[in-house]
Every structure is written in C-alpha cells, then in structure tokens.
C-alpha cells in the first residue's frame, strides 16, 4: 500500500519519471559497457572468457536487482531516524519493515532488474555448459537466494541505522560493492577477500560458488564442492540474523522527541 | 567577500559534524578501491602499458578515483538534492530576496564541502590504498601542487556541471530524472569505471574531450606526469574553459529561471 502510494507520487511527475526507467537501465548497462571494454582490449579476464564472465553479471546483477527493488529504500531510514518522521511509522497497524520497504518505493529500480536479466539470458545464449538437471534447477534458485541474500544484508545495514544514523554507506559497499565483486571472476582477487566473502559476509553464496559449479569450474579458495548447493540454507540464516537485528535495532529505538 | 568567505567555512563546519558518514564513506571508497584495484590487475595484467598505463599508474588512478568522487562530484555534487528540494518547495524565493548572488553563494558553500571531503575522504582511503598497492606517486612537491590545481579546477566545473541540473528543476519542479543523468553521464565520462584512455577509438576521443574529462582523468594525468611545461597549462586551460563555460551558461539559466519564477506554496 506504502509503496502503491509511492508509484502514484511518482507518476505525477510522468517526463521526469520516464527518464529515470531509462537512466537506471542505462547506468546498469554502462555498467557492463566497461565489461564489453575490457574485453575490447583482452581475450580473459583471471582465465575466464566472455561469455563465462557474462554469466556472472547476469546472475549478480539480477540479484542484486530483485533485492534493490523491494529492499533499496531501507537506505533512507537513516534521515528519518534522525529527524523523527519514523515515528508516524511506528504508530501506523503495519509492519515496520514493510512500511519502510515501500518508502519512496522506486518504480524505475525495474530498469536493474531488466538489464541483470538480458545479460544473463544473453550469457545462456553464448555459454557451451554441458547442462544436467541439476545445473538447470540450480540456476533459478541461485538467482533467488541471491536476492535474499542481498535484501537480508540490507535489512541488517538498515538495522545499524538505529543506533549510526548516518552510516548508510557502510551497507553500499556491502551491497553495491558486493555486486561490483560478484561480476568478475574469483581468481582475480587476493585468496584472503575471497575467503572473506566465502565465511564473514557470505556473498560468495549469491552467485559465485553455484556459478563456479554450472560452468564446472573449481570451487575458489579451498571451499569444498557443495558448498554450491548451500546458497538457500545461507540465505536462510541471514534472514535470520537480519530478523533478530532488526528487532534489537527496534527495541532501541528512542525517537527524536520533535 | 567577507559574505562569502563566511558561507564557506559554514559549508566545511557543517559537512566536518557528520563525523559518522565521513567515517563511513571512507570505509566504502577504500573497499571499492580494493574490488577495483584487483580487476585492474587482472586486466594489466594481460595487457601491460594498456592506455599508456604502468600497473603502478592504473593503480594510483583507481585511488585518485576513490579520494576524488565527492571531492569533484563525479556521482552528484552534494548540494544539488537539497537546491532542488528549495525549488520545489518554493523557499528558493526567500533565496533570491538575499542580498547575495544565488550561484556565488552555492558555489562558496560548494567550496567549503568540497575541501572537507578532500581532507576527511580523500586522504585515508588513498593512504590505505597505497599501503596495499605501493601505487606511483607524484615525483615531488611541485607534483603535488600541480595535481592539487587540477583537483581545484576539477571540483569547480564539479560544481558548474550540477548547478545547471539544479536549475533544470525550476522548469520540471522533479530534479530525480535529469540528476539521474548527469550521475550516469559522471560515471561513466568521467572515467571513473575505466580511464578514458583505454576508451577505444571514436568513444574514447570523444570522451576525452567532455566536461567530464576535467573532473578525474585530467587530474590524474596531472598526478602521473603526463604533462609538462606548456602541456600542463594546456590541461589547466581545458579545465578552466569547461568551468567558464558551464558557470556561464548557468548564470545564464539562473536569469530565465528568476525572470519567469512561479513561486510554489502558500
């Protein structure tokens, strides 16, 4: 309802509205022009072709698309548990996190998660994969758990937002920085980061590890081979922690007073 | 003078309270300078001297990136959300009645933000940077001064490049969209997702010689020593024509825009 209220705002502004669809789906698109650039200039990137690297973007992009969508706007709590205007939520008979989910809902997020998904599709397209059942049921539910992973990391950067009001960045370089990681392949990067994003923050879950098994390519730094399969049950967990996170960030909540 | 002096030591007070955020952005310009670093060396990897580029050069060009982004206001200017949000809700009225010219005004404030985002942003991920990749370094003090002019001709056509979008919103009252834009094309034009020497052929040229150009890849030429002697002030001059021009034409917005005002509200 929160957010159907958002649309409607939105559309009242119809040429600026267009504009945005456009503009996210481009910014997400240049995101991958520079992918296309490099690889303009080289044949792989760590060992891994084109189409493998596409496939990457695709399902990082997608994910991190679903999750920006429907999550995107916990960003913005931060101001107003500063200036107090959280508490109209409080008094409202819907869940907090609902309500401040559809906060500024924003329409044009879609632009994201078209794009994710042509270039994933794109990658099924160009990709040689010997492909089972397994793989083919993997790939869906990869996607999915990704975005649940990605929305429970923003949940739990929102609840911080309680006590650190201005620290919302903090979660982008979780979440933006997270997607950016995600798009290239794990052999570029320093075992110790790999590792990190394997057992500290589990992005690694979102794409990489059943990506890495889809293309039957080894699984980076030492995780062992299911750990490809483990993406719902990691994603459950976080959903977990994100829960009780936010509980406590409610509980210490203390309004402005204004 | 003394006025805008004023306004902006208030713009560096005031962006030097939200100690937490400052904190926090360095935080995230110094994981990004990390994800970036390493696709970097993955892609010079394979192709040394790409675009004229030592990988001890691409690396330093990431972290000049990461320090100089709200510095330059390759991702939006700091300032612009909140001149529009004064549009649309009328207050910019109230603005106009100063006796003080609107765009000097934004500008000083812009001034102030702009040095504390160097000094509280741009320094600690650029020294955590170099640590872990012993990047080039500029050849001595006078290498150092030279970029610094860069960067403050830089954050002037910054600023230039956001006041216009700013004043779009007199026109379109929703700012969102044409912010939009300018964020994408600051993204991407100013080379901040990959220098614009390694943009190929027609895109590359044509990059290279846009505003955005100023706000990045000439500082961090300037930076590596690309340019000496008469090719430095060739560079300054590019900088400085871009911020002539674009603070010109929004001089020139800011008269249409107060000669024909509406203004919103009761």
């Known amino acids: ?258 | 003078m003394r006025l805008y002096a004023t306004v902006a030591a208030g713009g560096f007070r005031r962006h030097a309270t939200y100690r937490v955020a400052t904190a926090a952005g360095v935080f995230t310009n110094t994981v990004f300078g990390f994800i970036l670093s390493y696709t970097y060396i993955a892609l010079w990897d394979e192709r040394p001297q790409l675009g004229g580029y030592s990988m001890d050069d691409a690396l330093a060009y990431v972290w000049i990136g990461q320090a100089l982004i709200t510095v330059c206001g390759m991702m939006g200017g700091g300032f612009e959300d909140e001149l529009i949000e004064r549009i649309r809700t009328g207050d910019i009225a109230v603005d106009l009645y100063r006796p003080a010219d609107l765009q000097i005004w934004w500008f000083s404030a812009n001034l102030g933000r702009s040095a504390y985002q160097l000094l509280g942003r741009g320094i600690a991920p650029m020294a955590a940077g170099w640590l872990a990749f012993r990047f080039t370094l500029p050849a001595g003090p006078g290498s150092w001064l030279a970029f610094m002019v860069a960067v403050a001709l830089g954050s002037t056509v910054g600023f230039a490049i956001w006041y216009l979008v700013a004043m779009s919103a007199f026109w379109l009252m929703d700012g969102q969209g044409v912010v939009q834009v300018a964020w994408l094309g600051g993204l991407f034009f100013s080379g901040m997702l990959l220098p614009l020497n390694v943009f190929p052929g027609a895109l590359g040229e044509v990059a290279r010689v846009l505003p955005w150009a100023s706000l990045l890849q000439v500082p961090a030429d300037v930076y590596l020593g690309t340019y000496e002697g008469w090719e430095l002030a060739g560079a300054y001059a590019f900088q400085g024509g871009w911020a002539l021009v674009l603070l010109g034409a929004g001089r020139a917005v800011q008269a249409a825009a107060t000669r024909k005002v509406v203004v919103q509200g009761g």
């Open chain 1, 1 to 258: 309802m929160v957010a159907g209220m958002w649309i409607r705002s939105t559309m009242t502004y119809r040429a600026s509205f267009a504009l945005t669809v456009v503009t996210n789906f481009c910014v997400t698109f240049f995101d991958f022009v520079v992918i296309l650039l490099m690889f303009g200039q080289v044949e792989g990137l760590g060992g891994f072709a084109f189409a493998e690297v596409a496939l990457l973007y695709g399902t990082a992009g997608t994910a991190f698309g679903i999750a920006d969508l429907t999550m995107g706007s916990l960003q913005r709590m931060g101001s107003r548990v500063r200036d107090g205007s959280l508490d109209t939520f409080l008094m409202r008979p819907a869940p907090l996190l609902a309500q401040v989910a559809g906060d500024k809902f924003a329409l044009r997020r879609f632009g994201r998660v078209t794009q994710g998904l042509l270039v994933l599709v794109w990658s099924l397209c160009l990709l040689d994969v010997a492909w089972t059942p397994v793989k083919l049921v993997l790939l869906p539910v990869t996607v999915v758990s990704g975005a649940v992973i990605f929305g429970a990391v923003m949940v739990l950067g929102a609840s911080v937002l309680f006590w650190m009001q201005d620290a919302a960045e903090v979660t982008n370089s979780f979440t933006y920085g997270g997607n950016t990681l995600l798009q290239y392949p794990p052999t570029i990067f320093a075992k110790d980061l790999v590792r990190g994003v394997v057992y500290v923050v589990p992005l690694a879950f979102v794409n990489w590890l059943p990506a890495l098994y889809v293309l039957d390519r080894p699984a980076p730094a030492g995780v062992p081979e299911w750990a490809a399969f483990a993406s719902p049950l990691v994603a459950a967990v976080c959903c977990g922690v994100a829960g009780l996170a936010w509980r406590a960030g409610i509980r210490a909540y203390r309004s402005t007073g204004s």
